[in-house]
């Protein structure tokens, strides 16, 4: 590794590794975890529903061809995004968000909501700056400030609170740097979906003292038990200062496709479309025609929840009778959160697992603090439910087994 290099670039920078002089353990860092794959490891820490099973719906594997066998693909569209397609967008969030915009002036597709999510933070932060982040979250959540120059302030979701949002923990870490609250709702890696009562009172107090939010809400459209999903954006004083960021990835599971998009006021909005081609360029022109009959036939979505829903009872039922382990029945998404502390240092368990079980998961400890000690499952891999049971039983018996070497007490 060329040293002298590396000390001229920004710090930010300089301390990211991709997996070239190093082994990376981030899922999608570096060709680490892909490897595993090649050695029958079940890969389940990369939320991309269904992976690696083909998983596209029949009608829009036919738009798809369709669409490239008339040869426009070839061509751009807009860095601001498809006319369209947008409009689709727009009768979507006026339905699911409750959300009235303008699709000409309030909404921007993005190449994913990974890329969204940055260009979102990109105008508001810069040197110093402070994002209160909730603590456990996307990593992306944490490492975004910093790449723009600012600092991220995790802000402790409570375990034992079953992961709800603590004002007191934002009001105790406000300071004069804070800028931006970064919020995840339903929350990754948590599956928690936050309660009206407590988005009213973040709400409240992003108002009173002049903050901006930027909601990620990729996970919105997988949520269970009748929960009400609430977009903070729609909440008193929130349009005007809320960037919302939204996927086509988890929900409809075409994750490959890279489809994301911003929802903002005009002034952002105009902040956004100015900076476009700079930053983003222009997301798939095929990509996007072929989300544009997503929205409007969403209905294999349906499907889709179904075995999300059973998969999560199974992990629920399966994961509940192992000693040492903690967890809870997942409220939204295709992954379970597990409390694996009491059986050992989580970075080694998951090492374990792959030796042990064949399974391949995320290290809680990348989800910030408050993750030390848990494990991230995505329980939506493969598009055959046996598949993703077998792949949780072998971790079960797994744990078990570490329960009984480490002397944990049995249930």
Same mark, same amino acid.
């Given at each position: ?15 990211? #590794? ?30 991309? +529903?269904?992976? +690696? ?252 929840? #179904? ?61 910030? +603090? ?15 439910? #046996? ?25």
């Amino acid at each position: 590794m060329n040293d002298s290099i590396r000390n001229k670039m920004k710090n930010n920078f300089a301390r990211l #590794q991709g997996g070239l002089f190093a082994a990376v353990e981030k899922a999608d860092v570096g060709s680490a975890y892909n490897d595993l794959q090649k050695q029958g490891v079940s890969m389940m820490g990369w939320a991309d +529903p269904f992976y +690696p099973d083909p998983s596209i719906p029949a009608h829009l594997l036919d738009k798809a061809v369709e669409i490239l066998k008339g040869g426009f693909p070839s061509h751009y569209t807009m860095p601001i995004g498809n006319e369209e397609l947008k409009e689709e967008i727009a009768k979507k969030l006026a339905r699911e968000n409750k959300m009235t915009v303008d699709p000409k002036r309030n909404i921007i597709i993005t190449p994913g909501s990974d890329s969204g999510l940055l260009y979102a933070m990109m105008p508001f932060i810069g040197e110093g700056d402070e994002v209160l982040v909730p603590d456990p979250s996307y990593p992306s959540n944490f490492l975004n400030a910093e790449l723009l120059g600012g600092k991220s302030i995790p802000v402790p979701l409570k375990a034992d609170d079953h992961y709800r949002i603590d004002i007191g923990a934002f009001e105790e870490r406000l300071t004069s740097r804070t800028r931006m609250v970064l919020l995840t709702n339903p929350n990754n890696p948590t599956t928690t979906v936050f309660l009206r009562e407590d988005l009213e009172k973040l709400a409240e107090f992003i108002c009173r003292n002049d903050l901006v939010c930027v909601a990620d809400q990729a996970f919105e459209s997988t949520i269970f038990d009748g929960r009400e999903m609430i977009s903070i954006a729609t909440l008193p004083g929130m349009e005007e200062r809320t960037v919302s960021v939204f996927s086509i990835s988890k929900g409809m599971g075409l994750s490959g496709f890279r489809v994301g998009y911003l929802v903002a006021c005009d002034t952002i909005m105009d902040v956004l479309f100015g900076g476009a081609v700079n930053v983003l360029g222009a997301t798939s022109t095929l990509s996007q025609l072929v989300a544009i009959e997503a929205f409007r036939h969403p209905q294999f979505m349906e499907e889709y929840n #179904q075995k999300h829903d059973r998969r999560r009872k199974y992990a629920y039922e399966v994961f509940s009778r192992v000693p040492g382990v903690k967890i809870n029945l997942p409220e939204s998404s295709f992954m379970c959160w597990l409390d694996v502390s009491a059986l050992g240092d989580s970075t080694e368990i998951v090492s374990y697992l792959i030796r042990e079980a064949k399974v391949a998961c995320n290290d809680g400890k990348a989800y910030g +603090p408050q993750g030390t000690g848990c494990l991230r499952l995505i329980i939506g891999c493969y598009w055959d439910d #046996q598949q993703s049971f077998d792949a949780m039983d072998r971790m079960a018996a797994a744990l078990e087994k570490l329960a009984r070497a480490t002397d944990v007490p049995g249930r």
